[in-house]
């Protein structure tokens, strides 16, 4: 079952920087944030639009398919623009997925943490302005692509409005077109069209490749499927075209209303699969494809193909998977690139994401695949294990879980009961890991009202996993300065602990525990105080003196006397619980440092200056050897030691005259 915090870490402050591109000093080379995709084997050049980028320069171009259609090559042409800066030494190359607002922030976050600007504790938002007024300041020969724009006003808040950087915007959208200069990228032009099948097949033969290109409407990525197929099975062009116009694709594939496929094009990548799968010594090309269609159109991390290893999903060595994928990349189903050479990311067009997803519907796959894809991304999640130690792999599977439920849930029905109850409990994750990140609470909030939702018609308003939500919402109402809504969440959650649960379960416990931390967050000392003691009276008997729950409701006891003006008692127990925190659960464990750093800001009210800053001194060091130079409470333990002091010094300043 998906666990709750009992209580969240003082949020950070603003860490001021100076304004330049890069925090420090600046890297030699070319900066690449997020996964460029590589050249695919049947890429083609296009001079005459790669020159309109070129000769765009500072400011927002908008390369958009002028069909409105996927497939045209659009983003391949950024991507080419993208690896054309690298080599040539741009300060900063940019790649961020923007098909959505939590894409987007999270491609933002990732530019900003290569920059040296993420500051852990602020909101997304935040940050992702930061990154814009950067590149406002600083943004000569930098270079940010935004692909599959879907909102263009979503995308307005993050583009510079001067400055010399260069931004590409990559959009199906006519909308996008608001945003800057336009590029039109239409369909291969005839002669592209035969050059194109001529070259990759070695088949000299002008008509057949004329006929073949216009079955497929001149897509780029539909001639590509084909050149793939013609030439690893040694067809004629004439060959190739009868198996094309005798596949059925229409029986999978039900025309999709105001978004029709291209002509010949969904019958070209179901070719391929077929053609790939006849071939395939692994067995696992198909279902392997399946399974990156149901995840992240962003990219998916080699490393998390690797996690399908289990007995619930693929049951197959890396070895098997990567021979798999090489297979896949050779007929231009995927693409094989990224940043991380040790960890390169997979990613297929979102055509063939698609209708490869159609398909599985239509044979009635789907369910198993997503079954064995949500065994994989769970093994992922829990090897993950503190989000904030590994924070950008952590924010990818939200996106990967979140892809996976959405693609799943439209198509799931009754009998498919532990297929969804898996999903259910892997957004219950994701909720807990964006509230251990704490820089996302207004996503939180919006991922955690739906969970609930779907919990309760489910699995039941009164389901463990339906409360365990519902904690997961109030903490992050509370998390994103909604008292009013969070107070009324806790103590619907408490109520029904007390009814299903009981007075004593641990769930109920930390219900009443949270209420009473929300109530004193409220300023409500009075609602907070009889409930932290009557919890910390019942974890005491139920789980224990020394339990680490116990404790932290010790410490939070000690705060509510504290803040009402039982300074004395808050120092005695927080004294105590420091003290059974360093033997319980050692020096530095986080629970310790936060008590310890408790007790020096209760010490700095006592005026006893020289303990507390002995104290603040000793949480820092331990914080960041612990969490990480930027994790919220190491920021924050600085920050506080930083001024405890100043202020000492000024008061000693003070005294001698």
Not at 43 to 61: C, E, I, K, N
Not at 190 to 219: H, I, K, M, Q
Not at 489 to 514: F, Q, S, W
């Amino acid at each position: 079952m998906t666990q709750v915090n009992d209580s969240k870490g003082v949020q950070a402050g603003d860490n001021n920087v100076q304004l330049n591109l890069f925090v420090g000093q600046a890297p030699r080379g070319a900066v690449v944030a997020g996964s460029v995709p590589q050249a695919p084997p049947a890429f083609q050049p296009r001079d005459d639009l790669m020159a309109q980028l070129r000769a765009h320069g500072p400011g927002v171009s908008v390369v958009r398919a002028v069909t409105g259609l996927r497939g045209v090559g659009k983003t391949q042409l950024a991507a080419a623009y993208a690896r054309e800066c690298i080599d040539a030494g741009w300060r900063l190359v940019a790649w961020v997925n923007a098909e959505d607002t939590p894409a987007l922030l999270a491609g933002l976050e990732v530019v900003a943490s290569r920059l040296g600007i993420d500051r852990p504790g602020t909101a997304i938002e935040v940050i992702a302005a930061e990154v814009r007024n950067r590149v406002e300041a600083d943004g000569e020969r930098c270079l940010l692509i935004y692909d599959n724009v879907t909102d263009a006003g979503a995308l307005r808040p993050y583009l510079p409005a001067a400055g010399k950087a260069q931004v590409i915007v990559t959009s199906t959208q006519a909308s996008a077109l608001t945003l800057g200069r336009p590029t039109g990228v239409a369909v291969f032009t005839a002669p592209e069209a035969r050059d194109f099948l001529t070259e990759r097949t070695g088949r000299n033969d002008p008509a057949g490749a004329e006929l073949v290109a216009a079955e497929l409407g001149r897509l780029p990525l539909a001639v590509a499927q084909a050149a793939a197929v013609i030439k690893s099975r040694h067809l004629s062009y004439n060959v190739y075209l009868s198996r094309l116009r005798a596949y059925p694709a229409e029986r999978y594939l039900p025309p999709a209303v105001g978004d029709p496929y291209p002509r010949g094009v969904a019958e070209s990548i179901l070719l391929s699969l077929d053609t790939v799968t006849a071939a395939d010594p692994t067995g696992l090309c198909a279902d392997l494809l399946a399974a990156i269609s149901l995840l992240s159109p962003d990219g998916v991390p080699r490393d998390l193909l690797y996690q399908g290893g289990g007995k619930d999903s693929f049951g197959v060595g890396a070895e098997t998977i990567d021979e798999s994928l090489a297979g896949l990349a050779a007929a231009s189903l995927l693409t094989i690139g990224g940043e991380d050479e040790t960890n390169p990311t997979v990613t297929a067009h979102r055509l063939v994401m698609r209708v490869v997803r159609e398909r599985c519907v239509s044979e009635g796959t789907l369910a198993a695949i997503g079954a064995k894809t949500t065994a994989m991304v769970t093994a992922a999640s829990g090897s993950l294990g503190v989000p904030w130690r590994r924070r950008a792999i952590a924010r990818d599977l939200v996106q990967q879980v979140m892809a996976l439920s959405e693609c799943l849930n439209q198509h799931l029905s009754p009998q498919d009961g532990p297929l969804m109850e898996s999903l259910l409990e892997r957004r219950g994750w994701t909720l807990w890991c964006l509230n251990e990140l704490g820089d996302s609470a207004s996503r939180a909030v919006a991922l955690a009202e739906a969970l609930v939702i779907d919990d309760e018609r489910v699995l039941g308003a009164t389901h463990t996993e339906t409360l365990v939500a519902r904690h997961h919402l109030a903490f992050a109402y509370r998390a994103a300065g909604r008292l009013d809504d969070a107070i009324p969440m806790y103590e619907r959650t408490l109520a029904d602990c007390i009814r299903v649960l009981g007075d004593d379960h641990p769930e109920t416990l930390k219900a009443r525990n949270n209420l009473a931390v929300a109530y004193g967050a409220a300023g409500r000392s009075d609602g907070a105080l009889p409930l932290l003691e009557r919890t910390l009276a019942d974890r005491v008997r139920v789980l224990g003196d020394d339990h680490p729950d116990t404790l932290n409701s010790r410490n939070n006891l000690a705060g509510v006397y504290d803040s009402t003006g039982r300074l004395g008692e808050a120092v005695a127990m927080y004294e105590r619980t420091l003290a059974d925190c360093v033997r319980v659960l050692g020096e530095e464990h986080p629970g310790t440092l936060k008590t310890r750093m408790n007790l020096a800001y209760a010490y700095e009210e006592l005026g006893r200056w020289d303990e507390a800053i002995s104290l603040y001194e000793q949480a820092a060091k331990g914080f960041e050897r612990v969490l990480g130079r930027d994790h919220p409470d190491t920021v924050v333990a600085r920050g506080t030691l930083t001024r405890a002091r100043k202020l000492t010094a000024r008061k000693l300043t003070s005294d001698d005259r």
